[in-house]
């Protein structure tokens, strides 16, 4: 629920010795519950923690990904074979996001719908696995995450556009309008798993979340990419299409308006006072 806005009280105009004081004074910031919508949108001490746990476990992925020895010691700490750390690149990275879940390091374990404290839109991060040990997409291989409703019905939590498509998944233009081709590569795809969840989100108006994925040359971890979390998008239509002889599924995602990207009690505005 989106709360209203009452604007502030206006000051009345100050004395001549209250002036006179006043002079040279700095402005002080005032946090504030409430100003109009073009003030500055600050977040919550609560938010600003979680976002630490959150730099926290990447920081220990990275650490993990970057350097050898750790990643020995935590797998022998788990008793997993040492070996495996040996492998580069996407292998790598599944198998640092794996060792920091067995230890215990991923945040956000429960898959949630919606946004969740400690991310912002914009935020970017150069590994799969990194968005699976904070929880913004769990599912490892496949570009559409879903969990089970209360109705026994799946919904879709978020998408990831993984490029393993020839036409793409998601329109590499910036563009509050996107068309998102579904789950099935090189054969027909069908209307179940994560497909079946996404156009439940029709029905039961749920939003999804959205990574998409660039090319970065400027990439220590030469990954090469850059997952950037592009916000919550509704599903708003479904259909199935023909493309190189396959039936695919296509879905229509439009982003949410800006009140709507965040929790409102995660949010708090601020405003300046002489």
């Known amino acids: 629920m989106v709360p ?3 604007k502030p009280v206006k000051e009345r105009a100050l004395s001549k010795s209250n002036q006179a004081r006043s002079v040279g004074k700095k402005k002080q910031l005032v946090k504030a519950f409430y100003a109009s919508e073009d003030e500055e949108t600050t977040f919550t001490s609560e938010w600003n923690d979680c976002h630490r746990n959150i730099t926290d476990a990447l920081r220990c992925y990275k650490k993990l990904w970057k350097d050898k020895r750790p990643r020995d010691k935590f797998s022998n700490q788990h008793k997993m074979s040492p ?17 920091l879940k067995v230890s215990g390091k991923w945040v956000n374990t429960i898959k949630q719908i919606g946004c969740f404290p400690g991310i912002k839109i914009g935020d970017e991060y150069h590994w799969r696995g990194e968005l699976c040990v904070f929880g913004l997409h769990y599912n490892f291989q496949r570009g559409i995450d879903y969990i089970s409703s209360v109705e026994g019905e799946t919904l879709a939590t978020s998408i990831v556009d993984s490029c393993r498509y020839d036409r793409g998944i998601i329109s590499r233009v910036p563009c509050p309008n996107l068309i998102y081709t579904g789950e099935g590569e090189n054969r027909d795809q069908m209307l179940e798993g994560g497909n079946l969840a996404l156009k439940n989100n029709i029905h039961y108006k749920k939003p999804v979340r959205v990574i998409r994925k660039y090319n970065s040359d400027n990439n220590a971890n030469a990954s090469r990419y850059k997952f950037v979390y592009e916000g919550l998008y509704r599903v708003t239509r479904f259909d199935k299409e023909i ?10 995602l439009d982003m949410l308006e800006d009140h709507q990207q965040y929790d409102s009690k995660w949010k708090q505005k601020r405003i300046w006072r002489h």
């Open 4 to 6: 209203s806005h009452r």
């Open 83 to 99: 070996k495996q750390g040996r492998c580069r690149g996407l292998a790598l990275d599944g198998r640092v996001a794996n060792i």
């Open 243 to 252: 493309e190189s002889g396959f039936s695919v599924c296509k879905f229509q």
